[in-house]
Nanobody
Framework: VQLQASGGGLVQAGGSLRLSCAAS????????MGWFRQAPGKEREIVAA????????YHVDSVKGRFTISRDNAKNTVYLQMNSLKPEDTAVYYC????????????????WGQGTQVTVSS
């Protein structure tokens, strides 16, 4: 599967962005999907994840109540709605697909898209 992330940009603190990740292939609905981020000098971390059906989601504590992951299997697309952005959310955001394992575990993800930069100014 090939993944193409988009929607990053520069936004002021308190603002919103919506990231999209379009997937190729006809088996998108069988993959769990996740959003990860990596800030300069930090390790990559999982931000949010969603099961193949969309019925289960996971959000890391630092984004709960602000970010929402969703997917549209008919459009082969997963989204990350980011509200109330903070400067500490600044990072390169990646989408990824998991073919096996727990959807909420970063170790399950084996297909990666290119990153999209999110910069939040104070």
């Amino acid at each position: 599967v090939q993944l193409q992330a988009s929607g990053g940009g520069l936004v002021q603190a308190g603002g919103s962005l919506r990231l999209s990740c379009a997937a190729s292939g006809r088996t998108f609905s069988s993959y769990a999907m996740g959003w990860f981020r990596q800030a300069p000098g930090k390790e990559r971390e999982i931000v949010a994840a969603i099961s193949w059906s969309g019925g289960r989601t996971y959000h890391v504590d630092s984004v709960k109540g602000r970010f929402t992951i969703s997917r549209d299997n008919a459009k082969n697309t997963v989204y990350l709605q980011m509200n109330s952005l903070k400067p500490e959310d600044t990072a390169v955001y990646y989408c990824a697909a998991a073919t096996r394992g727990a959807y909420y575990s970063g170790r399950s993800y084996d297909y990666w898209g290119q990153g999209t930069q999110v910069t939040v100014s104070s």
